[in-house]
């Protein structure tokens, strides 16, 4: 299987803050990676595929890149809404693995 | 608008089978756009795929659930299903259901989730 690292495991920062969290996969997945934001007691909400494109009604103040191995999610200017819980997940191969989450907390 | 919802008991005793049932509105499963799967997610966790299946009833499992998972889909129904056997405490977990993009294997829409239980 392909494990998926994120770091960091957990961040905290400021409303209007610059955050950038990390992705690394066991082995090239190429462009196969999306990003998803999860608020407790909810589900996921998927923010970015194929590494790099927006999904529709996500606020572009985020935004995805990498391809291979090392992929990042970059949120600009972070507003109160976006303290949450984030996960990638890697669609190269079976099984489909998510990373163990990063947690972005209010510091 | 798209919509999901997850249905069956909540409280499964050990080495009974889980049964869960996935409706969906606002798309067609017919429609090949998705793929229609399943992730889970124990208490405090991370997420974890299962599988999913495609509305021709191609199912593509997670290895290590493989011999536990059945899924179905009932394209007249608009829904999908998961059994899950010999479930244990390790399976206690929020189960949801989810359309994967056939082109970009992304899961785009899920349900809100159902918190399963495995208990005597």
């Known amino acids: 299987d392909i494990q998926m690292t994120q770091s960091p495991s957990s961040v905290s920062a400021s409303v209007g803050d610059r955050v950038t969290i990390t992705c690394r996969a066991s082995q090239d997945i190429s462009g196969w990676l999306a990003w998803y934001q999860q608020k407790p007691g909810k589900a996921p909400k998927l923010l970015m595929y194929v590494a790099s494109s927006l999904q529709s009604g996500v606020p572009s103040r985020f935004s995805g890149s990498g391809s291979g191995t090392d992929f990042t999610l970059t949120i600009t200017s972070l507003q109160p809404e976006d303290f949450a819980t984030y996960y990638c997940?890697?669609?190269?191969?079976?099984?489909?693995?998510f990373g163990q989450g990063t947690k972005l907390e209010v510091k | 608008q798209v919509h999901l919802q997850e249905s069956g008991p909540r409280l499964v005793r050990p080495s009974q089978t889980l049964s869960l049932t996935c409706g969906v509105s606002?798309?067609?499963?017919?429609?090949?756009?998705?793929?229609w799967g399943w992730i889970r997610q124990p208490p405090g966790k991370a997420l974890e795929w299962i599988g999913y299946i495609y509305y021709s009833g191609t199912p593509y499992h997670n290895p290590s659930l493989m011999s536990r998972v059945i899924m179905s889909i009932d394209t007249s129904k608009n829904q999908f299903s998961l059994k899950m056997t010999s479930l244990t405490a390790a399976d206690t977990a929020v189960y949801y259901c989810?359309?994967?993009?056939?082109?970009?294997?992304?899961?785009?829409?899920w349900g809100q989730g159902t918190l399963i239980t495995v208990s005597s």
């Open positions: 606002g798309v067609s499963i017919s429609s090949g756009d998705y793929y």
């Open positions: 997940q890697q669609a190269n191969s079976f099984p489909y693995t």
């Open positions: 989810a359309g994967l993009s056939y082109d970009y294997r992304s899961f785009d829409y």
